[in-house]
């Protein structure tokens, strides 16, 4: 079965950077959309950003210019680099992946997600 397993979460000072990553079993990374998502306490789960199969991106307007959806196909993993955090983005952050063409926000269309992973950051 079709596996995502997320890592590099963690607790970060407000300024300081992380990297995610993903790695995909049994999914072909680079041949779908795949995307980041993330959910506060007490909030609804939101998109922040998303990558196509030529590797084209779209983000969120709240993480505009900071963080970076990225993909390696040799190592099929996805990567969330993510720079002058914010308390704001304290979460936890699901990687999400889907065979269609087409890349959406709308958490529905993915048909695989792993279990998640925290990001904390402090001011």
């Known amino acids: 079965q079709i596996q995502l397993v997320e890592s590099g979460g963690g607790s970060a000072q407000s300024g300081g950077s992380l990297r995610l990553s993903c790695a995909a079993s049994r999914y072909t990374v680079g041949t779908g959309c795949m995307a980041w998502f993330r959910q506060a306490p007490g909030k609804e789960r939101e998109g922040v950003a998303i990558?196509?199969?030529?590797?084209?991106?779209n983000y969120a307007e709240a993480v505009k210019g900071r963080f970076t959806i990225s993909q390696n196909n040799a190592r099929n993993t996805l990567y969330l680099q993510m720079d002058s955090l914010k308390p704001d983005d304290t979460a936890m952050y699901y990687c999400a992946a889907t065979g269609g063409a087409w890349c959406s926000f709308y958490e529905n269309y993915y048909e695989y997600w792993g279990q998640g992973t925290q990001v904390t950051v402090s001011s």
């Open positions: 990558i196509d199969r030529t590797g084209r991106t």
